[in-house]
């Protein structure tokens, strides 16, 4: 893998992990459009780190707030809400963890293709585009999710195990069919981030520590600065843009490229 290549997939990891466009999807598209030799699932792990890195820094005040009160259980009323969130994220994680880790040597032979991801494409960009334009302008906050919305976004998010769905697109449009404002269905979406892809990218980085793959240093680092970078810079702008717009023209984009993949391929 030459710089160049580490540089696009670095962008293209961290400008599409938090938009609801699909990173699985764009990473596999990519090497085929240019002709390269795809890159290892490891190497995708180590973007997956870095966009992990990223969303903790670009969300730390609501990072440090669940922290704090799991390890000091203090019982006023926001000690309690940021708990609450801090549980339900957990509980919302389980159902991709688990069928994750039965399927996941499945889904890496039979559904890493170009027309699975085309039409992942365009039948999640379809919902999207229609769960969008009823979506509620009320103001709300992560910590009014619940557990019952919670649970739902979270087995909605099993379905982004298929490549091209978009973990973020199928989670914030399980959060907008729930009743969630825009930039709510985002923001939970964004933390219930963060065990999923620590879970996926430490578990494909077993495959490097086992001398299964092999990663050139050089690449390898600068794939994941990049990402790291463009994945924290992509969060701010996407939390700023949902305050005044909506998903409308992301959901058509998404339908777009696929229609373009099918008649590409």
């Known amino acids: 893998m030459t710089i160049f290549q580490a540089v696009i997939l670095g962008l293209v990891q961290g400008i ?21 030799q795809v890159q290892s699932l490891a190497f995708d792990a180590f973007l997956h780190i870095a966009s992990l890195l990223a969303i903790v820094v670009a969300l730390w005040p609501e990072v440090k707030a669940m922290s704090l009160a799991l390890l000091v259980p203090a019982k006023d009323h926001a000690s309690v809400a940021w708990r609450k ?4 994220i957990v509980l919302a994680t389980i159902p991709v963890m688990a069928i994750g880790y039965l399927v996941q040597n499945i889904l890496e032979v039979e559904f890493r293709s170009a027309t699975v991801v085309a039409w992942s494409f365009i039948v999640w960009g379809v919902v999207l585009y229609l769960v969008d334009r009823y979506a509620k302008t009320k103001k709300d906050r992560p910590q009014d ?9 979270g087995l909605a998010q099993v379905i ?44 494909k980085l077993g495959s490097v520590a086992r001398g299964e793959q092999v990663i050139e240093a050089m690449p ?20 700023v843009f949902l305050k005044r717009y909506s998903f409308a023209e992301l959901s058509v984009f998404r339908i777009v490229v696929g229609m373009a ?5």
């Open 85 to 88: 969130l801090a549980v339900w």
């Open 160 to 203: 982004a195990l298929i490549p091209g769905t978009s973990r973020s697109g199928i989670t914030i449009t399980a959060g907008l069919a729930t009743g969630l404002s825009r930039e709510t269905a985002a923001r939970f979406s964004f933390l219930l981030a963060i065990p999923t892809i620590a879970a996926a990218g430490f578990l």
């Open 145 to 153: 999710v619940g557990l019952k919305r919670a649970i739902m976004i």
């Open 261 to 265: 993949i099918l008649l590409l391929s």
């Open 16 to 36: 599409t992990e938090f938009l609801p466009i699909s990173s699985s999807g764009f990473l596999i598209l990519i090497p085929e459009f240019f002709g390269w």
């Open 220 to 239: 390898l680092l600068v794939g994941f600065m990049v990402a790291m970078i463009s994945a924290y810079l992509t969060v701010r702008f996407l939390l």
